[in-house]
């Protein structure tokens, strides 16, 4: 199975920037792809952005032009890059990792930004 540790959440004013990190271990190697999913309070969660093992990036139309995933395959990690940060955009961000068959999520990190 995947253990996947989420950090960098924090508070941020509109306007700022903040850089999630996803962390993987146990069986990296099976992962095709992994992302980053939010959730607001009342609000369904939601694909941010996702990456898969051959580099291909996918984004939430919202999302796009703000936000960047990244990995660093020799620290098994992938990275959210946030820029022009929203009040909307404050919600809790999981971490997920595919394997066949499966999909694994992390704890979350909170994300709170303020007017």
């Known amino acids: 199975q995947v253990q996947l540790v989420e950090s960098g959440g924090g508070l941020v004013h509109a306007g700022g920037s903040l850089r999630l990190s996803c962390a993987a271990s146990g069986s990296i190697f099976s992962i095709y792809a992994m992302g980053w999913y939010r959730q607001a309070p009342g609000k369904q969660r939601e694909l941010v952005a996702s990456i898969t093992s051959g580099g291909s990036t996918n984004y939430a139309g919202s999302m796009k032009g703000r936000f960047t995933i990244s990995r660093d395959n020799a620290k098994n990690t992938v990275y959210l890059q946030m820029n022009s940060l929203k009040p909307e955009d404050t919600a809790v961000y999981y971490c997920?990792?595919?394997?066949?068959?499966?999909?694994?999520w992390g704890q979350g990190t909170q994300v709170t930004v303020s007017s």
């Open positions: 997920t990792a595919d394997v066949t068959g499966s999909r694994y």
